[in-house]
């Protein structure tokens, strides 16, 4: 049974204003709400807390191995959400999704190959590409009055022009809360395996999804399994980022030795036993916390968008919870960022960090209490009306 907004509020809603937490001490510091970086603001059920305090209180915080069961826990979790399994032998893991972004990119490319990205995009896809020494070629979403899509046509003329090797996608999409059709997700595959393109898919928020959209896993298209690489976890859907652990599968065999011999050579690779025991609990206890969070985002994203789409336009959000909203006309000369910063006392993620063009647009993390989110629509709407008189 899922809990109302309300009960899992108070259930599970913690002040972390006081905490070393990155999102709530930049708050502090510019005395702002913070709806920046993606983690919620909410603690994870009693039962995971229990069994992972178990663990601390035993204290045997020796080299540790998985739970025997960890593949029959993480599938059942896989197979009752998405309708997926993955072989055991598939699946590597690293400390983080960003961690596998960079390992897949070092391993299976070259320094000066070109790797394809679609934009905007959370920017640590291409710092990744740039920082390994790769060619950044970027593709423009298409914006359709809120509703991103691929741009088809420039994607393989870009592929064939630059000879790109890989593309890293990013589904659900991080900040355009695009869940991607199956027939999108195919049209693009195809486009790749034709053009011996190797597919990443960090799907890092695909357990996040609002009513009406269900989320596609790349390789739940099995036709163009040799050609794709799933990096997902569950660090975004409990709000585990201090447990960094991160699951890379590879079904294609070549691809696979590769990313081995890789992470051999830069001693990768082993699993943090403790990191992986969050994810495992709550693969077990999660459910009900996991679909009342599904509903709060949702309620959430649909009050934000009541009360504000008659001023402001914003993407569907149809995945994630994190809104794209552009501030245009009201922040004027001002960037979206610091027009809410400034007049409104919200911290929030910047637009041109996504992409320069972007410079109105700021990402708003939902993944809050409902008060938070009518005092930050209330200080909003205060300035829309006082800018447009
Ligand atoms: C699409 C995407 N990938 C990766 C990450 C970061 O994941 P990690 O902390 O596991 O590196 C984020 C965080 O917001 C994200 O949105």
């Given at each position: ?12 809603y ?54 025997e ?68 070629v ?37 900040p ?11 049209k ?29 896993p ?133 637009g041109?960090?996504?992409?320069p ?33």
């Open positions: 049974m899922n809990m109302d907004s309300k009960t899992f509020t108070e259930k599970y913690i002040d972390r204003s006081k905490q070393n937490t990155v999102k709530w001490q930049r708050g502090r510091k510019l005395k702002a709400l913070p709806l920046w970086v993606a983690d919620m603001d909410f603690k994870d059920d009693e039962r995971v807390i229990e069994k992972l305090e178990e663990f601390i209180r035993f204290g045997d915080y020796g080299y540790n191995n998985l739970p069961d960890y593949y029959k826990v993480y599938n059942n979790y896989q197979l009752e959400r998405n309708g997926i399994t993955y072989k055991q032998e598939h699946i590597r893991f690293t400390r983080g999704a960003v961690d596998a972004l960079h390992q897949l990119v070092c391993a299976l490319t070259e320094k000066g190959d070109a790797i394809l990205i679609n934009t905007p995009l959370y920017p640590p896809f291409k710092g990744t590409i740039s920082s390994t020494k790769r060619k950044v970027e593709s423009k979403m298409i914006n359709e009055n809120g509703h991103f899509v691929l741009n088809y046509k420039d994607i393989e003329k870009k592929i064939i022009r630059n000879k790109v090797k890989m593309l890293m996608l990013c589904s659900p999409h991080n355009l809360g695009r869940v991607f059709s199956k027939a999108e997700l195919e693009l595959f195809a486009l790749c395996k034709k053009n011996k393109v190797i597919i990443v898919a960090d799907e890092v928020h695909g357990d996040i999804i609002m009513k009406g959209h269900s989320f596609t790349a390789l739940s298209l099995k036709k163009y399994q040799n050609n794709i690489i799933s990096i997902n976890a569950v660090s975004k859907t409990f709000s585990l980022a201090v447990y960094s652990h991160c699951h890379v599968v590879i079904p294609n065999n070549s691809l696979r030795k590769k990313f081995i011999a890789y992470q051999q050579s830069i001693h990768a690779g082993s699993v943090n036993a403790f990191n992986a025991l969050a994810s495992y609990y709550n693969f077990q206890y999660g459910k009900e916390w996991l679909d009342s969070v599904n509903e709060l985002i949702y309620e959430n994203y649909c009050y934000f968008k009541d009360k504000l789409s008659a001023y402001l336009k914003m993407c569907d959000l149809e995945g994630s919870y994190l809104l794209f909203v552009n501030l245009a006309p009201y922040c004027g000369e001002m960037s979206g960022a610091d027009f809410l910063l400034e007049k409104c006392h919200l911290l929030v993620n910047p041109e960090s996504f992409d063009d972007y410079r109105s647009w700021v990402r708003i993390n939902l993944a809050t209490s409902p008060a938070n989110i009518r005092k930050a629509v209330k200080t909003i709407l205060k300035q829309i009306k006082e800018n447009s008189l």
